[in-house]
């Protein structure tokens, strides 16, 4: 019984996120985003070799400049992934992205996409973005693209970049995004 209800309030949080319009101010735009970044984690299974331990941490990474200013602390500072507690890591170098379980590439690092997807081509990191062209993310290998329809956050999902890294995506996560397909041609 127990599971049922956790399944329910993270799908009802989940519809909540999509149905809740937001204020033009930036910040909540960022608070909602830094809150499904969170609910993206708990619809992926890793595999067992991504942890070193059941209880070692689970890495969210934010690559460049961190737009979520105090709400990624806030919506993730004291959950936990599993058996996992959360660890928010803001990296300065692509390097340090293959130690990740979940990272966002910010904005600031667009023109760097090409080069930063390929250094993670089958590493088992759940890749987010919110550049400009998610369909181009989607093509380079990201995982989720979020973008803005109106003036509610939405997510477009690339399945097979993801289950080439060895990520499971739930069908629930696939079944809430505009499309599961992002990036392939049509």
Same mark, same amino acid.
Request: glycine letters at 6%; hydrophobic letters at 45%.
């Given at each position: 019984?127990?599971?049922?209800?956790?399944?329910?309030?993270?799908?009802?949080?989940?519809?909540?996120?999509?149905? $809740?319009?937001?204020?033009?101010? @930036?910040? *909540?735009?960022? !608070?909602?985003?830094?809150?499904? /970044?969170? +609910?993206? #984690?708990?619809?992926?299974?890793?595999?067992?070799?991504?942890?070193?331990?059941?209880?070692?941490?689970?890495?969210?990474?934010?690559?460049?400049?961190?737009?979520?200013?105090?709400?990624?602390?806030?919506?993730?500072?004291?959950?936990?992934?599993?058996?996992?507690?959360?660890?928010?890591?803001?990296?300065?170098?692509?390097?340090?992205?293959?130690?990740?379980?979940? $990272?966002?590439?910010?904005?600031? @690092?667009? *023109?760097?996409? !090409?080069?930063?997807?390929?250094? /993670?081509? +089958?590493? #088992?990191?759940?890749?987010?973005?919110?550049?400009?062209?998610?369909?181009?993310?989607?093509?380079?290998?990201?995982?989720?693209?979020?973008?803005?329809?109106?003036?509610?956050?939405?997510?477009?999902?690339?399945?097979?970049?993801?289950?080439?890294?060895?990520?499971?995506?739930?069908?629930?996560?696939?079944?809430?995004?505009?499309?599961?397909?992002?990036?392939?041609?049509?």
């Amino acid at each position: 019984m127990g599971v049922l209800r956790a399944w329910i309030a993270v799908i009802s949080t989940f519809w909540i996120l999509f149905k $809740l319009p937001l204020a033009q101010a @930036e910040t *909540s735009e960022y !608070q909602i985003k830094a809150a499904m /970044l969170y +609910n993206f #984690a708990l619809f992926v299974e890793w595999p067992a070799q991504a942890f070193s331990s059941d209880l070692s941490p689970f890495a969210v990474c934010v690559l460049g400049k961190d737009p979520f200013g105090p709400w990624l602390k806030h919506e993730l500072g004291e959950a936990k992934v599993g058996t996992h507690p959360v660890e928010i890591r803001i990296l300065e170098k692509a390097d340090d992205a293959r130690n990740c379980h979940l $990272l966002f590439i910010s904005r600031s @690092e667009e *023109s760097h996409l !090409q080069s930063l997807l390929g250094q /993670l081509q +089958n590493a #088992a990191v759940l890749i987010i973005s919110d550049v400009t062209d998610i369909t181009d993310f989607c093509r380079k290998g990201g995982m989720i693209g979020l973008l803005m329809k109106g003036n509610r956050v939405r997510f477009e999902l690339n399945a097979n970049a993801a289950a080439k890294a060895g990520l499971k995506i739930s069908s629930k996560l696939e079944r809430v995004a505009r499309s599961a397909k992002c990036g392939e041609a049509e």
